[in-house]
């Protein structure tokens, strides 16, 4: 054997095993990413309808005619190309097949992406500096009972009430002692808040709006029923809100500092934040650490939950113990890993420290003086 060839051997057996490298250099656009999504240690090359057919079934999808089948046939394999093209550019995170691997780009933000411009409120204050010098170096408040379990938008565009409510439900449960799931319906429905200057800043229901103008809303309105008192349709409605069944009321809310030891900070001691990211890599996001080379810091165009942060579990070895926010999501368990989203920390990635807001709840005893 020459030197050439076993170089070339030698380079084939390297790559074969790199992450970033699952797919074979003679296969197709179609069968990209199989390695990524099937169960390791399987070899078997599958094939797109397979893949389709695999997708479908998990996912409970159906179709109405045979010609919105092909089509949607044709949009899977576009996302099959789409999340070849992520995990290039994200190679720490896993890109693959998820549940809206059947919608277009533009689908896709329409039904389940809905953030605003960003426009404070008059009320909005910018949060106090605080002191970082004894932050954990790991944090997560799911392990503190501060977090609701994982919920799910359905194809409206109500993300920014899903963040308001996780954030309220966080501070809550700091002020009261007590979880409480909170109503994402009654914002779709009652909060119409928008400032008189930027009309298309406006909370309207699953057609977008903005956590800081929700916590407008919530402050005048006197605050959030529970969900089981005013449960999510995914759908806009009639407001039926009922002040006497208010749970959880806004005592103030803030701005956070672009600094990412200033929202750590204040993620520790004010309970889940609310933010705002670019969710460009989140339609075939499957899980690891998001850290993708390329990503827009100013296109804002999703509302998440910010629970926590940590250290561990970047891979490969070189970004061993790099630090990364774990995002609450609200696409459902079936989404990402459980319902959650992880992306690296240190260089604002995807605008995650671009919009960071906290809320304060009344207090227990501050409640029990309200009139309703």
């Not at 078997?44 to 046939?73: I, N």
């Not at 929202?263 to 996001?285: C, D, E, H």
Request: with cysteine.
């Amino acid at each position: 054997m020459d030197r050439t060839t076993l170089f070339s051997l030698v380079l084939l057996s390297l790559l074969s095993t790199t992450v970033a490298s699952t797919v074979a250099p003679k296969e197709t656009d179609d069968d990209l990413l199989i390695r990524q999504v099937v169960s390791a240690g399987d070899d078997q090359l599958l094939s797109a309808e397979h893949h389709f057919s695999s997708f479908k079934a998990r996912f409970g999808k159906a179709y109405e005619t045979e010609e919105e089948h092909d089509y949607r046939f044709e949009v899977f394999k576009a996302n099959l190309r789409r999340a070849k093209t992520h995990q290039k550019l994200d190679p720490n995170a896993v890109h693959g097949v998820t549940k809206f691997s059947d919608l277009t780009p533009g689908e896709f933000r329409k039904k389940f992406l809905g953030l605003k411009r960003l426009r404070l409120p008059a009320d909005t204050q910018k949060a106090p500096i605080l002191p970082t010098n004894d932050l954990p170096a790991d944090f997560d408040w799911r392990d503190h009972g501060a977090v609701t379990l994982v919920k799910d938008q359905g194809s409206c565009g109500s993300c920014w009430s899903f963040s308001t409510t996780g954030a309220l439900e966080g501070a809550h449960f700091l002020a009261t002692g007590e979880l409480v799931s909170l109503s994402e319906q009654q914002l779709v429905d009652c909060d119409h808040q928008c400032d008189p200057e930027e009309k298309n800043s406006c909370d309207a229901g699953c057609n977008g709006g903005l956590m800081t103008n929700a916590y407008e809303y919530a402050l005048k309105a006197g605050g959030l029923q529970r969900e089981v008192d005013y449960p999510y349709t995914g759908k806009d409605g009639t407001c039926k809100f009922d002040k006497t069944k208010v749970v959880a009321s806004v005592a103030n809310f803030s701005v956070v500092s672009l600094d990412e030891d200033q929202i750590a900070a204040n993620l520790v001691k004010n309970g889940p934040l609310s933010i705002g990211i670019n969710a460009v890599f989140m339609q075939t996001y499957i899980g690891g650490v998001s850290c993708p080379y390329i990503c827009s810091k100013h296109m804002l165009d999703h509302g998440v939950l910010l629970v926590g942060y940590g250290t561990a579990g970047y891979a490969p070895i070189r970004f061993k113990d790099k630090p990364y926010w774990i995002i609450k999501n609200s696409w459902g368990e079936n989404w990402g890993e459980q319902g959650y989203y992880k992306i690296c920390r240190g260089r604002n990635v995807c605008g995650v420290d671009s919009m960071v807001s906290t809320v304060a709840a009344l207090h227990m005893e501050d409640k029990s003086s309200e009139i309703h």
